[in-house]
């Protein structure tokens, strides 16, 4: 018998069910960070990992994916610390889903890699996960104030590759 709760039978099939659930959700959200699903899947699993680890305490949680996403965008971040020197095959075509992107959302996700990861993460925190400031500071451990600053800077980065795309659509 393991010293770890999450070695219990009803606790691995209770986070089982915890983690088909939520991967869904995880994954989009970790590949608007990364722009790359292989790496979206990767980073969703390594927090799976974290979480098993904890899960006694993750499943006596208040809000279980909460502290998930946290994991996520936490394993985003030291991701980018660690490889830093890494270069990105980008001649590898990316099998998203079976449909074909729009040019819309092609353009999001470029604009989006552009962004400095911290800031990347506040964004996509702010305005996908639709997390208020309080939260986004909660999950990675900054300050509101720069949660703020860094939401407005990420957005004004983002209007000027993202503007011709809005007098685009407006004459389709």
């Not at 994954?27 to 990992?49: K, M, N, P, T």
């Not at 095959?89 to 998203?96: C, N, Q, V």
């Not at 300050?143 to 957005?155: C, E, F, H, T």
């Amino acid at each position: 018998m393991g010293s770890r709760g999450a070695e219990h039978p009803d606790f691995r099939e209770e986070f089982r069910e915890f983690a088909v659930a939520s991967q869904g959700h995880l994954r989009r959200s970790a590949y608007l960070l990364c722009g790359d699903w292989h790496f979206a899947e990767d980073l969703v699993q390594i927090a799976f990992d974290r979480i098993y680890r904890h899960w006694n305490r993750v499943r006596a949680a208040d809000n279980p994916g909460a502290y998930a996403r946290q994991v996520v965008y936490r394993c985003f971040l030291d991701s980018r610390k660690r490889h830093r020197e890494t270069v990105p095959l980008e001649h590898l075509p990316e099998k998203a889903s079976p449909a074909e992107p729009t040019e819309t959302r092609l353009a999001v996700l470029a604009a989006l890699k552009q962004l400095p990861p911290r800031t990347r993460a506040v964004v996509v925190l702010r305005y996908w996960e639709d997390m208020s400031v309080e939260q986004t500071a909660g999950i990675l451990d900054i300050s509101q104030g720069a949660v703020k600053s860094m939401a407005s800077r990420g957005l004004a980065l983002l209007r000027e590759p993202l503007a011709g795309l809005a007098e685009t659509s407006g004459r389709s």
